[in-house]
């Protein structure tokens, strides 16, 4: 897709989280900045995933459209794509897994990118 990509990743401790649990905060914040840079000339998509104190901090930066799709609930995100039924959902289960690992998932706009963030309590 030409999306240039730059990752860093952490060794990591001994995670108590369910690896279901951060397979999916991971892909669906991949997913949503694959559909978000395709819509720009220069696609680029970062990955870290790091440690601070006691959390796994999952941080992406991509960039995107300039457009933001937010639900009636702020800080919630809603789908861009033209079936709200069957699409919207990653970034409600990103915000449970964030909260059932007393964690934070955030969000916010910088320039030309898209900045996600999300920390989950790993002990």
């Known amino acids: 897709k030409n999306i240039s990509f730059e990752y860093m990743l ?11 649990d951060i397979s999916s905060v991971i892909s669906n914040l991949i997913d ?14 970062q990955l870290k995933i790091t440690t601070h104190g006691s959390y796994v901090d999952i941080f992406v930066k991509n960039t995107y459209d300039g457009i933001i799709n937010t639900a009636e609930q702020q800080s ?33 706009e910088s320039g030309d990118f898209f900045i996600t963030n999300v920390l989950l309590k790993y002990n």
């Open 76 to 108: 919630i995100l809603a789908t861009t794509k033209n079936d709200t039924f069957l699409h919207g959902y990653g970034t409600k289960i990103i915000k449970e897994i964030a909260e059932k690992h007393d964690g934070n998932y955030s969000w916010k």
């Open 32 to 45: 949503n900045a694959i559909e978000a840079t395709e819509k720009t000339e220069n696609a680029y998509i």
């Open 10 to 20: 952490d060794v990591l401790p001994e995670l108590k989280i369910d690896y279901a």
